[in-house]
């Protein structure tokens, strides 16, 4: 089972999952995205929460809940140095027992998926979607997250 890994920018926090995710490369444009990202959008792989372990710098990783426009609480996990986004989860029925890692955070040339390998599923939350930014090719076009 292939093993991948990733980090913040600032290196304190590292991570692995073993296995594929469950879905690949899902772009969201969903409000709380774009406030997370800075963006227009997040790139957002899912992956048994089991698979993911935090290698290293545990006491660097802190939380934040909010409320999704779905009616789920979002929950964010974050470097507390440099900020970068780790991983989400939702308390959604749907969302439970995964983390939603983000795909910037994959490190090159540590084995295992890299960003380069990640392929697009779906765009979800398009109504959301900046009027600039054409849907992707290939990709599912979903309304919200159905």
Not at 8 to 25: N, R
Not at 34 to 60: D, F, M, Q, W, Y
Not at 67 to 80: D, K, N, R
Not at 103 to 132: C, F, H, Q, S, Y
Request: glycine share 12%; aromatic share 6%; net charge neutral.
């Amino acid at each position: 089972m292939a093993q991948s890994h990733g980090s913040c920018l600032c290196k304190k926090v590292t991570y692995t999952f073993t296995g594929e995710p469950v879905m690949q490369a899902a772009i969201c444009h969903c409000l709380p995205c774009r406030k997370v990202s800075g963006g227009t959008h997040t790139t957002n792989i899912l992956v048994p929460l089991a698979a993911l372990t935090i290698t290293s710098g545990k006491e660097h990783l802190k939380s934040y809940a909010a409320a999704h426009p779905s009616g789920m609480t979002l929950t964010l996990h974050f470097c507390e140095n440099c900020g970068t986004k780790i991983y989400k989860d939702m308390d959604g029925e749907a969302f439970k027992g995964f983390a939603i890692v983000q795909a910037g955070t994959l490190d090159a040339g540590e084995g295992g998926m890299e960003i380069g390998d990640v392929k697009l599923g779906a765009e979800l939350w398009v109504k959301n979607r900046v009027p600039w930014l054409g849907s992707m090719e290939g990709a599912g076009q979903l309304q919200e997250f159905a």
